[in-house]
């Protein structure tokens, strides 16, 4: 029999529900057959609320079938879909632990992670299962439909009993992989209770209700597609959408003006790209974008608000918090300074210096992050969870300060800093310049070793089609907004490195360490 939950847009209580099995059997109870999962293309199943309870027994039945008992490791392998979304519920809710891996990832990759996550089984298509060279216990899924169909008959006649580990929410829910900007994958273990406090947050910021769609573009493997996009409306009675990355970045707008989504989530080269094309959307839908991932520049905000007359809203967040940890509000008002924004509900946020102490409103230092939302450990890495995790605290490694409003700023990475004849600088303090030099479409900061000063800084970019190189107008430009040590001595084209495109993440975010290395070798 189901606890009772506490109603979402109430002052929530997340001792109540306190395991994600909690929240599908009350969301089941109090929405029943209204539509949860909408399919993104005409002809799919719908998946109701009360379908998701029915789609978590028939996990349950399928893996103890499999020999997979609660507890143990269960990997999905699979792009953005209805049944990716419903496997992520369903798998958890079903009490295993959920590894979901980027199915994009090369051959060797894909071991290595297997190896070190160890799943009991994998459920992915045939064509992944053959890159595979590990002998792991395989579930092919190639018709997605007929998956989905066939998990709801084994839940419609399971008689099992569906049990919550524990009533504190403290039990492991998944491991999520980091994206490796910063370095190798690190495995971030979520409980359930991350995954509920993190969304129901949400809920509170948005205040979500049954009429809200989600749009969800960013990939099911990444903690960013799972909270808010898709366990939010699993609160509060609304829908969601679960739509392959690529294929929603080329149709956007036809997405926007089939669904009419009121929410959506992307990462800023996502923005760029959307701000760039001619496309225009029909339906006046969304009540706002929440955008992501990396420097997001006021320019690129005025000029995708301007054209579409949606709202922008800056979020900073990282795995080991579930994602989403700051979101900018939403009565900010046009010309108000833009930042990433206050803590969203049960969300805490530090600015310290080097002696761990709080620094004052516009002091720099490293931003740590607390709440319930917090990861429980890194996967087989006692000592880097040692190091991260301090009395409660996350460490971000991000360099950033809190304003008069208790707003976040993020600067850069702290390990980013280097040093120029004596002066700090942080990379990403140009980089926020970029989208005012003339013609350049990105642009990432390098540090080659140089005798005299240290550290000689260089501008990598690519060009907007049919610009030019334009070097000494972009360094006035650079020095209308930068201290002179802070200017790049040097304008070096990215083919000159010998690529002809930035070497990004699955988000897309560009990997500065990849640009860093390119830069090195070919120009030293």
Known sequence: ????????????????????????????????????????????????????????????????????PPGARVATVLHNSSLAAALFVGVIAAQRMLVPLNPKSGPGELDALLAHAGPALVIGPAATAAKVGRDVPWLTVDDGEAFLADVLARGAAYRGELTPAGDDGTPDA???????????????????RSLLANALAMVEWADAGRDDVFLNVIPMFHAGGQGFPTL????????SVCVRSETALVRFWAYVDRHRPTWTLVVNAYL????????RPTAGSLKGVLAGGSALSPELIHRFEG???IPVYQVYGMTEMTSLTTVEPRD????????AGPPVPFARVRVVGPDGRDLPAG??????LSGPSIFTRYEDAPELTAKRLDGGWVRSGDLGHLDERGELTIVDRMDSMVIVNGENVYPAEIENVVPHLAGVEDGVVAALPHPVTGVELVLVYTLLPGAAAADDAWRATLLAHLSPFKVPRRFVALTQLGVDSFPRTPLGKIQRPDVQRLAVESLV
């Open 1 to 68: 029999m189901a606890r009772p939950m506490p109603s979402p847009l109430a002052a929530p209580d997340l001792t109540v529900t306190t395991n994600l099995l909690d929240l599908v059997s009350a969301a089941a109870d109090r929405y029943g057959d209204r539509p949860y999962l909408v399919p993104a293309e005409p002809g799919g199943r719908t998946v109701s609320f009360a379908d998701v309870l029915t789609f978590t027994r028939g996990c349950a039945a399928l893996l103890d079938e499999y020999g997979v």
């Open 174 to 192: 998944e491991i999520v992989y980091t994206s490796g900007s910063t370095g190798v994958p690190k495995g971030v273990v979520l409980s359930h």
């Open 363 to 368: 002091e720099n230092g490293e931003v740590l």
């Open 272 to 279: 760029a790209n959307l701000a760039d094309r001619p496309q």
């Open 307 to 309: 054209t579409f007359g």
């Open 332 to 339: 900010r008002a046009p010309g108000e300074r833009r930042t």
């Open 232 to 239: 939010t409306p699993l609160w509060s009675g609304g829908r």
